[in-house]
Every structure is written in structure tokens, then in C-alpha cells.
């Protein structure tokens, strides 16, 4: 296992994999060393995990946990929207909720959906079945356990609103379910541990009307074509609206719509969005960033707070 603040490397990794096989034989999911996690994220940057867990189910994850020594450090990836992975890589295990984690189910006005599934799914699932409150997923580009997580929101709407129960993993491996009110939601944020990885989550609804519901996602996807670079590799909202304005006003009057690093940009679209231009590293990226939040101090007081999860070392250390 790598030290931290040392880079993740092949060899690093796999030494920690092969331990971890060894000490788990009843495991089912796919366990790697030293894969690229630039592949897995919407800017395309980054390095290596020293190690990746793709876990086959709840019960998988739980097993791996469960035996996973805690000296070892948990990341966990979602869809890699709202991203950044430093150049150095991350070092001891991540974990990337896939295919055991996607199941969409729709009864009466309650939908019940895996971590894994992305959310403009649950949009579709919902507007399918004529469940009205869900349309703001539409706007969001990332999957449920993120959605989770952040209280993700866009649109008028917030994760927050539709949840009624949470299942999850600890660190140590215990299944557990929580209920809205555990989560301790707010702005963009739940209370509740850091290392707790959700698995999946009931939501529920109110009656609506297909067509209006369509119109309301149509309408959606057609003001994030027209003002976001939702075709360019970038993270999504860069940096959480702070209390009575909106992040890209602030980064607008601090002169920054435009503003290159190498080759990252912020968005000329949309100021509180970063680009790859082709070739960025990571660090470009995350530089701009903070050089983006200087400026914004400097002009008008505020100090920016990131939306976007950064994790990882940098490439030197």
C-alpha cells in the first residue's frame, strides 16, 4: 500500500489486490490494480487507483468491507460527473458501483432505484409512469448514489424532496437503512459519515400528468443545451451557489468567463463550468479552479465553495 501523499503505482496496487483476493476467497466482484481512472470520468484526467473493486451486489460490498482493513483507504466513484481525480492517483482501494447496482423498480408513486443508476433514469422511470416530482433529475448528470450524497438538485428541485429511505454499507461492513431524516440534508450536503457507501434508495412521488411531465424534462434539456457545455468534457457545476446569489454571477464579475490554464477554460457558456480543452491535466484543471476562487475573493469577498469532489494526490507528491 502506498504511503500518503505518495502516487498510486501498478506494482503498489498489485501487491495490495493480490492480498486483498487472498484474504477474501468467497469474493464475487472484479478486484484490479493500477487502472486508470482518467476512462472514468467526464473530464478524462487523472491516475491510477492502486486498486479498483467493481463489487457483484450489497453483499459483495459487504463481504469486502467487512475484511478490508482499515488502515486501507475507501474512495468511491460514481458516474465520474462531478469529478476530479488528481494526477498522482488514489491511493488504497476504489470502489465504482456498476451493473448489480442498476435495477429501476416503479410501484404506485414510489420508485425504487440502485446507486448506480443514473438519474436522468429515474426521471424517464417516473415520467413513464406518470409520477410527478422527479423531472429535476433530468437536469442532473450523475447517478442516484450521488444524488444521495450531495442532495443533489437542479431546476427547483432537490434530492432531499423525493427520498423516503436510504440502504447502505459502513466502513466495517454492516448493512443499514436510513430514513429522510437521518440523512440531515441541506444545501447541497448530507450529515451522515463520509464512508458510508449507499447501495440504493426508495423514493416517492405524487400523481401527475404524462404529457406535462414530458414538457417539464423537454423543457430541461433544452435549457442545459442552450446555457451549459454539456458536450464538452467538463464537471458540471463547479462551485456551490453561495446564500442569496448564484456562483456565476460572482465568477462573471471577477472576469473569469473565459479564463485559460494550460488547457483548462472556464466555460464561456457558463461561468461556473470548467473545460478539458484536450490535453488538460488534472491539475490544470484544479488550479484554474482555485485561481477562479482567488480572483472571486479578491472582487467580492466570497470565498467559493467546491461542487465538484476532488480526490487523489497530486503527480509529484
Not at 34 to 41: E, I, P, R
Not at 163 to 171: F, I, L, M, S
Request: charged letters at 20%.
Amino acid at each position: 500500500m502506498v504511503a500518503e501523499g505518495q502516487a498510486a503505482t501498478a506494482p503498489g496496487g498489485a501487491i495490495l489486490a493480490e492480498a486483498l483476493k487472498a484474504a477474501m476467497p468467497a469474493l464475487r466482484g472484479t478486484l484490479q490494480a493500477g487502472v486508470s481512472l482518467a476512462d472514468l470520468t467526464w473530464f478524462r484526467v487523472g491516475g491510477p487507483a492502486e486498486a479498483l473493486f467493481l463489487p457483484a451486489d450489497a453483499d459483495d460490498l459487504a463481504y469486502f468491507l467487512a475484511r478490508l482493513p482499515a488502515a486501507v483507504p475507501v474512495t468511491v466513484i460514481g458516474l465520474g460527473s462531478n469529478l476530479i481525480v488528481r494526477d498522482g492517483g488514489v491511493p488504497g482501494v476504489v470502489i465504482r458501483l456498476g451493473r448489480g447496482f442498476s435495477e429501476v423498480e416503479v410501484e404506485g408513486m414510489r420508485i425504487t432505484a440502485g446507486a448506480a443508476v443514473p438519474d436522468v433514469k429515474v426521471a424517464r422511470a417516473a415520467g413513464d409512469a406518470g409520477i410527478a416530482g422527479f423531472s429535476f433529475l433530468r437536469g442532473i448528470p450523475g447517478c442516484i448514489g450521488g444524488a444521495l450524497r450531495m442532495n443533489g438538485g437542479a431546476y427547483g428541485g432537490e434530492t432531499k424532496d423525493v427520498v423516503v429511505a436510504v440502504e447502505a454499507v459502513t466502513r466495517a461492513g454492516e448493512k443499514v437503512k436510513l430514513s429522510n431524516a437521518d440523512m440531515g440534508y441541506s444545501y447541497r450536503h448530507s450529515a451522515v459519515p463520509d464512508d458510508l457507501i449507499f447501495t440504493r434508495a426508495v423514493f416517492e412521488g405524487r400523481p401527475g400528468d404524462m404529457e406535462v411531465i414530458a414538457a417539464e424534462m423537454a423543457k430541461i434539456t433544452e435549457s442545459r443545451e442552450a446555457t451549459q457545455p454539456i458536450k464538452s468534457r467538463t464537471g458540471g457545476s463547479t462551485f456551490k451557489n453561495p446564500p442569496g446569489t448564484s456562483a456565476w454571477k460572482l465568477v462573471d464579475a471577477a472576469g473569469c468567463r473565459g479564463l485559460v490554464m494550460g488547457n483548462a477554460q472556464v466555460s464561456e457558456l457558463h461561468a461556473n463550468f470548467l473545460i478539458n480543452l484536450g490535453g488538460a491535466t488534472a491539475a490544470e484543471i484544479e488550479g484554474l479552479g482555485e485561481e477562479v476562487r482567488r480572483r472571486v475573493r479578491e472582487t467580492s469577498g466570497v470565498t467559493l465553495d467546491w461542487e465538484i469532489k476532488r480526490v487523489g494526490v497530486p503527480k509529484d507528491g
